[in-house]
T-cell receptor, first 111, second 114 residues
């Protein structure tokens, strides 16, 4: 059965810290891996990764995929209180268009 | 361009009742997916519609059903509600299918079953 596992489940840091969120997956016919940020209700898109070793970057956030070891990491440098959210990892397979989500990592950034 | 709109935003129902949730995708988007989000389970896929056809269905009982109209708006229905159906129901729309097509989520409907 396809599954996505995220770790840690919860993370508490101080502003300025750097965090690394992990996502491992077991999916047949992998197509892409996506990261979302969920602050209140609607998850908002961060990155889509399809190729191994190519880092995607947006400001203080970056992500990379390892298709051999079946995992991805999301890095956030110089964290701010506005980064507090649930970060969701999802995987899409080629034989279906549904997204398989992990349970998410709850990040809390304190001043 | 308006985003994905879900109505109602909040709903309280009693056990045994049925409920219908609505999702209007971004204009021009033809794919609508539904997810159930609970604290312990994360987002669980319910079903996906494209051009009025159900393409995929998740592992939910038959009490959960949906449909999509010709204008791409979608409805989700849950009959004989149970306490465990309390959750945030999220809808996502995409312009088309295939690799690299981003899904946009609505604000969700918070359903509480008492």
């Amino acid at each position: 059965e396809d599954k996505v596992v995220q770790s840690p489940l919860s993370l508490v840091v101080h502003e300025g810290d750097t965090v690394t969120l992990n996502c491992s997956y077991e999916v047949t016919n992998f197509r892409s891996l996506l990261w979302y940020k969920q602050e209140k209700k609607a998850p908002t898109f961060l990155f889509m990764l399809t190729s191994s070793g190519i880092e995607k970057k947006s400001g203080r956030l970056s992500s990379i995929l390892d298709k051999k070891e079946l995992f991805s990491i999301l890095n956030i440098t110089a964290t701010q209180t506005g980064d507090s959210a649930i970060y969701l990892c999802a995987v899409e397979a080629t034989n279906t268009d549904k997204l398989i989500f992990g349970t998410g990592t709850r990040l809390q950034v304190f001043p | 361009k308006a985003g994905v709109t879900q109505t109602p935003r909040y709903l309280i129902k009693t056990r045994g009742q049925q409920v219908t949730l609505s999702c209007s995708p971004i204009s021009g988007h033809r794919s609508v997916s539904w997810y159930q989000q609970t604290p312990g389970q994360g987002l669980q896929f319910l079903f996906e519609y494209f051009s009025e056809t159900q393409r995929n269905k998740g592992n939910f009982p038959g009490r959960f059903s949906g449909r999509q109209f010709s204008n791409s708006r979608s409805e989700m229905n849950v009959s004989t509600l149970e306490l465990g159906d309390s959750a945030l129901y999220l809808c996502a729309s995409r312009s088309s299918l295939g690799q690299g097509v981003q899904a946009f989520f609505g604000q969700g409907t918070r359903l509480t079953v008492v």
